[in-house]
């Protein structure tokens, strides 16, 4: 879905907090995940923390935002949110890699979160609106 955009910049100018809120509503609603891809997603360290992040926006053209620069040769892609949940975030867990939801290029701030408080999120968020969740082995 193209969003306006009107939509697009009133979205950018929200703090990370509200970003946040956006970005899940929206992945959840489109059952779509977006990221950027070299060669595999591209991540980076918080050296503070000594772990790797991945970025990860609610559209396209947030994520398109984000090519070039540190990211040289990176393309947005879309991932399907359940083939996300089900294929990918084990590997994730595994490597102990946090997600940075929606991060702007005109801003430091983030909304950082471990992998299973993110997908507790998208279950919790799920069966609140939808009634249902998905069903996810490493949750329990």
């Given amino acids: 879905m193209k969003l306006h955009e009107k939509e697009i910049q009133s979205v950018l100018k929200l703090s990370s907090e509200k970003r946040f809120e956006y970005a ?7 059952e779509e995940i977006w990221f950027l891809d070299d060669d595999g997603w591209v991540t980076y360290e918080n050296k503070e923390e000594n772990v790797y992040l991945l970025p990860i926006w609610p559209a396209e053209c947030f994520a398109k935002m984000n090519v070039g620069g540190n990211w040289g040769t990176a393309q947005a ?10 294929d990918y975030v084990p590997d994730l ?3 102990n890699i946090k997600i940075v939801i929606f ?10 979160m471990d992998i299973i408080s993110f997908c507790n999120y998208i279950n919790s968020y799920s069966m609140e ?11 329990e």
């Fill in 24 to 30: 899940m509503k929206r992945i959840i609603e489109q």
């Fill in 77 to 86: 892609e879309k991932l399907e949110l359940e083939e996300f949940l089900l």
């Fill in 93 to 95: 867990i595994e490597q």
């Fill in 103 to 112: 991060p702007v290029t005109h801003s430091d701030v983030t909304c950082e």
């Fill in 129 to 139: 609106w939808y009634g249902e969740s998905y069903d996810l082995p490493y949750l």
